[in-house]
């Protein structure tokens, strides 16, 4: 998890003293694949929840664990001191927070936002700035890992909640550092799964044991979580979204367009691109990443 922004006041709860999160309300915006999860963590670990969903339907098994329903993002805003948020992409962080009933609208002095959604740098300043213009304090805090980072004083709030909600958090500065390093970090593994699926295919047309090259892979250099994950899965062309293709592919194009921004050549990023945009078109992009996969197993690859 890396944070790079502004939350302010120390939260005061302790994690490790469970009676004094009672205290505290957490609001949660985006329950998706992501937001429920760690809703559901959070509650876990004794922290109490308003939560809002863009699909109001998708609160309800949030309150049958014990959270509270905030009818609009205002809401939620306005009986929380912290909020965070979890959304698709730059879009939908934007709207949630400049729309009607949106988070500005309640957002002020005291009252601290967590943007947890991948998004751009310009995404994240353009929050951020709107939020700390009416006194609110503002955090952007991007996740790396999946369903299984305030000014400095709001990261430390926060990170009573970031102990629940991932390993390790990184604080990184100025707003917008956060979206780079996680869009970075992203288009490295977008890149790196096209490779994988074009081996696991070239081994198997070549006459090899796709499991045997996973075993091989394994012991090697390349070894790393995400082959280890996703391959038995993906020679299966089993694909249950832990992370849906179409932000994998919006992760991509944001960090080209942060290539362009500074001049990277990167011919191997807008290459795997191509081959997310192509699964999109096959209608795999509410599958898991791994789904690109498909775009060279069915023959039908991006040239
Ligand atoms: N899945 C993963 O492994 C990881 C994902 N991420 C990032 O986290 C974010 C969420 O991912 P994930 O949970 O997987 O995605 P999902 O597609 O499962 O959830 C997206 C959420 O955004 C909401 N949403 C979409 N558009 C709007 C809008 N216009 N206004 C309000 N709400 C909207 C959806 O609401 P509704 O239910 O109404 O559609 C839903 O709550 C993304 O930025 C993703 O890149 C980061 C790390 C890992
Ligand atoms: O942004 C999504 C990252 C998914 C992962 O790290 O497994």
């Known amino acids: 998890m890396w944070h790079s922004h502004c939350l302010v006041e120390r939260i005061c709860f302790d994690p490790r003293n469970p009676s004094v999160r ?3 309300e957490i609001g949660f915006l985006g329950l998706g694949i992501m937001g429920k999860a760690m809703s559901m963590n959070l509650l876990r670990h004794g922290f ?31 009986k929380c001191k912290y909020t965070i948020a979890m959304l698709s992409d730059p879009a939908a962080a934007l709207s949630v927070v400049f729309g009607e009933d949106g988070v ?8 601290g936002y967590i ?33 299984n980072l305030l000014r400095m004083a709001l990261y430390e709030a926060a990170l009573p909640a970031f102990d629940v909600l991932g390993k390790k958090s990184f604080f990184l500065g100025q707003v917008g550092n956060g979206a780079k390093m996680k869009l970075v970090v992203n288009m490295i593994m977008g890149s790196m799964m096209n490779a994988f ?25 390349i070894a790393n979580p995400m082959f280890k994950m996703k391959g038995p899965s993906m020679i299966q062309s089993s ?38 945009k192509k699964a999109r078109g096959m209608g795999l992009g509410d599958l898991d990443f791994s789904a690109v996969h498909e775009t060279v197993s069915s023959g039908k690859g991006s040239s």
């Open 115 to 147: 943007d947890m959604s991948t998004v751009d740098a310009e995404t994240s300043s353009k929050i951020s700035e709107a939020i700390t213009s009416k006194g609110g304090s503002f955090l952007e805090a991007p996740v790396s890992g999946s369903k």
């Open 48 to 78: 109490k929840l308003t939560v809002w969903n863009r699909t109001l339907s998708r609160c309800d098994e949030l309150v049958e664990h014990g959270a509270t329903i905030g009818e609009t993002p205002a809401a939620v805003i306005k």
């Open 104 to 111: 500005l609208e309640q957002i002020g002095s005291g009252k």
């Open 239 to 276: 694909y249950s979204p832990a992370f849906p293709l179409k932000h994998q592919q919006k992760d991509m194009r944001l960090a080209l367009a942060l290539g362009d921004e500074n001049e990277v050549p990167m011919p191997v990023a807008a290459a795997a691109n191509e081959a997310f």
């Open 22 to 24: 009672e205290m505290e």
């Open 197 to 221: 699926s074009e081996g696991l295919v070239l081994a198997d047309k070549s006459g090899l044991n796709p499991q045997t090259l996973l075993d091989v892979l394994d012991l090697g250099a």
